[in-house]
């Protein structure tokens, strides 16, 4: 690995791959490149290699030629030595021709920044000698891009479970809203039917003028239409009911009978069982052993 790499005063030899042209290649890169032989030993490497070694406070007038790639990974200690021999081993392997290519990241912080890069190590054969290219890209935008997408997605996995908390205690307001909701109908529904109901039926059995009577007929209606739980249910089944057919239905399912129905609303028996008749051919009750007020019952 790059970072256990220092320069030496071993002695150095002539590059095997010396020439303008291969070394003019190697420098455009802007991966850090170390080429070594069979043995390990580093026998070429390219500017990035060097400006790098500088950059980390060692000698950039050395090229490192000379210098065991391999001996310096295993004699690595401290926090890198794990990464350091695994790089070994990795690179051993390529040597001996068991694999073809040896890929490893592996981080590498100075004590002022934080660096992460991807080891690349390729054999090449030529002219019956191997030789191992070794190449170390710096990935450290990559990672910190990395690092940041897993804080995100943590982050988000919390806003996510805030948001089934939130509605898990939501959907128990509105459970205990859609409770208060029903209890106060009941109770608006019993005061209406207890306290005002007979008093209508009263009024209507009283001598009363026309008008009179119009407009009794009228609160009841408002009154039939404010208190009848089916009235919202039989719209969303998009059954067309007459206002005296709503009417009908209500008191059928509150338990009158045909003759109180008619004496309630003011009309013949005949009418109170046309009217039945109809709501079960609306309702679509086929059977004549279903119950009308059962089945009212059912939907509301």
Not at 208 to 235: A, C, F, G, V
Not at 244 to 272: F, H, P
Not at 277 to 284: A, T
Request: net charge neutral.
């Amino acid at each position: 690995m790059k970072k256990t790499l220092r320069s030496t005063e071993d002695s150095c030899h002539p590059c095997e791959f010396a020439g303008d042209l291969g070394r003019s290649v190697l420098n455009a890169l802007s991966a850090h490149i170390a080429i070594i032989d069979a043995q390990g030993v580093i026998v070429e490497t390219n500017r990035a290699w060097q400006l790098f070694a500088a950059s980390e406070g060692q000698d950039s007038s050395k090229d490192f030629i000379g210098m065991n790639y391999l001996g310096i990974c295993d004699a690595a200690e401290g926090p890198d030595a794990r990464d350091a021999r695994a790089v070994a081993a990795g690179i051993r392997s390529v040597i001996t021709g068991e694999v073809q290519e040896f890929l490893f990241d592996y981080p590498c912080h100075s004590p002022t920044e934080q660096h992460w890069f991807y080891l690349r190590a390729v054999r090449m054969e030529t002219h019956g000698k191997i030789h191992v290219v070794i190449s170390h890209e710096e990935i450290t935008q990559l990672k910190l891009a990395e690092e940041a997408l897993k804080q995100n997605k943590l982050a988000l996995e919390r806003q996510k479970q805030d948001l089934e908390e939130a509605n898990i205690a939501l959907k128990v307001l509105l459970k205990q809203r859609e409770a208060d909701k029903g209890e106060l109908e009941q109770k608006v529904l019993t005061n209406i039917k207890d306290l005002v109901f007979p008093y209508i039926e009263k009024l209507k059995r009283a001598p009363l003028r026309p008008r009179d009577k119009t407009t009794l007929t009228i609160i009841e209606n408002h009154l039939n239409d404010i208190i009848s739980p089916l009235l919202q249910r039989l719209t969303n089944l998009s059954i067309m009911l007459t206002p005296q057919e709503m009417q009908v239905a209500a008191l059928v399912k509150d338990g009158r009978s045909s003759k109180e129905i008619a004496e309630i609303l003011n009309v013949s028996e005949t009418t109170i069982h046309f009217h039945r008749k109809n709501l079960r051919r609306k309702l679509n009750i086929k059977n004549d052993a279903t119950n009308l007020r059962a089945y009212l019952m059912s939907i509301a």
